[in-house]
């Protein structure tokens, strides 16, 4: 059943950048939210508390805050995941699943993020893209995490692959593939990411390898493997604690947030693109936290 609703939901729009003065569309829904996390609407300087299960509009711009992170699930399957003191904001999102196409661009000036490629129906292809000050990542069915900002300056500079070099905090990015890559075995599909700055382009196609990208103008270095420090660097930015505590494993967590955005889109899909404000009970989460 959940399937044949998100099928529905999925089926029913084409969604396309909106031309200057439309109304903004919608692109996915927020799934799981811990701590402070803001939207500052498209167009708008109005800034508000993001709600579990309310809609993601064009040209949104999410602000965390620290040890905060919001998940969303976008309407192609693909989970975008904006940790901590990060802006984000999904600024092209053309997806029609009778054509099997898509096209994603993702902007990230500040923070933590990590993308993990959906499995939509019909399989779309098309160019799914983020962007950063210094860097452009081009996705090819994977899962990827990065950083940007004084964070990425932090953990690479005790990196022994990059070593001493000169960084903008407010440029500086990290990237390192998670997976899966093209020995992953089971039912995964092997994926890369090509990384291009500074005048040239590194292809990551194996998990926790990376490539750092210091300022605008200069090359970038890489591909290295991360150390287990910087991995676990990078993912404290990624998941931090839910007030309140929590527990658990990182897979079960991630597991349970995933799980639950799926639900959340199969159940509203439809009524949150018809700007329908019904909002069913998800399966509880100690880790999700929706906001006043």
Do not use: C, W
Request: no cysteine; hydrophobic share 40%; charged share 20%.
């Amino acid at each position: 059943m959940r399937g044949g609703r998100l099928t529905a939901a999925l089926a029913s729009v084409a969604l396309v950048a909106a031309p200057a003065g439309a109304q903004p569309s919608p692109v996915g829904i927020n799934a799981a939210i811990r701590n402070k996390v803001e939207i500052r609407g498209a167009g708008t300087n109005r800034v508000r508390p993001a709600l579990l299960r309310e809609r993601v509009m064009l040209n949104d711009e999410v602000r965390t805050g620290a040890a905060s992170q919001l998940q969303i699930l976008l309407l192609d399957r693909s989970t975008f995941t904006v940790g901590a003191s990060a802006r984000v904001a999904v600024d092209r999102f053309v997806y029609d699943p009778a054509a099997r196409s898509r096209s994603v661009g993702v902007s990230v000036t500040r923070g933590a993020f990590r993308f993990m490629s959906g499995r939509a129906l019909g399989k779309p292809s098309g160019p799914v893209t983020v962007r950063t000050p210094v860097a452009s990542i081009g996705i090819r069915g994977t899962i990827f995490e990065g950083v940007v900002g004084e964070d990425a300056v932090r953990i690479a500079r005790n990196e022994p692959s990059v070593g001493k070099v000169k960084s903008k905090e407010d440029e500086a990015t990290l990237i390192v593939l998670r997976g899966p890559g093209p020995k992953s075995q089971g039912d995964t599909i092997p994926g890369a990411i090509d990384v291009t700055g500074g005048g040239r382009t590194v292809t990551l196609d194996a998990p926790e390898y990376a490539v750092y990208a210091p300022r605008s103008g200069a090359p970038m270095i890489g591909p290295f493997r991360l150390t287990p420090a910087g991995l676990a660097a990078l993912q404290a930015l990624l998941r931090p604690p839910a007030q309140g505590g929590g527990g658990g494993s990182h897979t079960a967590r991630n597991a349970a947030l995933i799980g639950a955005g799926i639900i959340a889109a199969g159940v509203l899909g439809s009524g949150l693109l018809k700007g329908k404000k019904k909002k069913p009970k998800l399966p509880n989460d100690p880790n999700q936290q929706q906001k006043p």
